[in-house]
C-alpha cells in the first residue's frame, strides 16, 4: 500500500474516534454522527479497495476516479448543507415561539393594566428624561 492510503486510512480511523468522543461528550447528536460515519466506512472502503472506486468510477461514466470522490464529496457536503439548513429553521421557529411564550407570561405578571398601558407610561417616563438632559 502506497503511504498516501495509509494516511487516508489513518485519517478514517481518527474521523471514527473524534465523532465518538463527540457524541460521548454530547456535543454531537448521533443522528448527525451517522452521516460522519457512513463518510468514514466510505473513505475506509475506498482505501482498502481502491479497485472498487475504480470500477464505480468506470461504472458511472467518469474520466478519473478523481473526479468521482470530488463529486461525491460535493454531494455530501450538499446534504449535510441541506440538513443543517432544516435544523436552523427548525431552531428558528422554536426560538419565535419561546419568545412570544415569554413575552404573553411577562404581560401575565405584570400588575395592573395591559402592555399598552405599560408602553404609553414608558413612553412618557422616557421623553420626559429626554427633555431634562436637553
Same mark, same amino acid.
Given at each position: 500500500?502506497?503511504?498516501?492510503?495509509?494516511?487516508?486510512?489513518? !485519517?478514517?480511523? %481518527?474521523?471514527?474516534?473524534?465523532?465518538? +468522543?463527540?457524541? @460521548?461528550? *454530547?456535543? #454531537?447528536? =448521533? $443522528?448527525?454522527?451517522?452521516?460522519?460515519?457512513?463518510?468514514?466506512?466510505?473513505?475506509?472502503?475506498?482505501?482498502?479497495?481502491?479497485?472498487?472506486?475504480?470500477?464505480?468510477?468506470?461504472?458511472?461514466?467518469?474520466?478519473?476516479?478523481?473526479?468521482?470522490?470530488?463529486?461525491?464529496?460535493?454531494?455530501? !457536503?450538499?446534504? %449535510?448543507?441541506?440538513?443543517?439548513?432544516? +435544523?436552523?429553521? @427548525?431552531? *428558528?421557529? #422554536?426560538? =419565535? $415561539?419561546?419568545?412570544?411564550?415569554?413575552?404573553?407570561?411577562?404581560?401575565?405578571?405584570?400588575?395592573?393594566?395591559?402592555?399598552?398601558?405599560?408602553?404609553?407610561?414608558?413612553?412618557?417616563?422616557?421623553?420626559?428624561?429626554?427633555?431634562?438632559?436637553?
Amino acid at each position: 500500500m502506497s503511504r498516501l492510503l495509509i494516511t487516508f486510512g489513518l !485519517l478514517a480511523v %481518527v474521523l471514527f474516534a473524534v465523532v465518538a +468522543e463527540l457524541v @460521548r461528550r *454530547r456535543r #454531537l447528536k =448521533e $443522528r448527525h454522527a451517522g452521516i460522519w460515519m457512513a463518510l468514514g466506512v466510505g473513505v475506509v472502503v475506498a482505501v482498502f479497495f481502491p479497485s472498487a472506486v475504480i470500477w464505480v468510477s468506470d461504472f458511472l461514466g467518469f474520466e478519473l476516479p478523481a473526479n468521482l470522490v470530488l463529486v461525491t464529496g460535493l454531494v455530501v !457536503l450538499t446534504f %449535510v448543507a441541506i440538513q443543517l439548513s432544516v +435544523e436552523i429553521g @427548525r431552531l *428558528r421557529d #422554536l426560538v =419565535e $415561539r419561546l419568545t412570544t411564550e415569554i413575552a404573553l407570561l411577562s404581560m401575565d405578571r405584570k400588575p395592573g393594566g395591559t402592555a399598552a398601558e405599560d408602553d404609553a407610561g414608558r413612553s412618557d417616563t422616557t421623553s420626559g428624561a429626554d427633555d431634562e438632559s436637553s
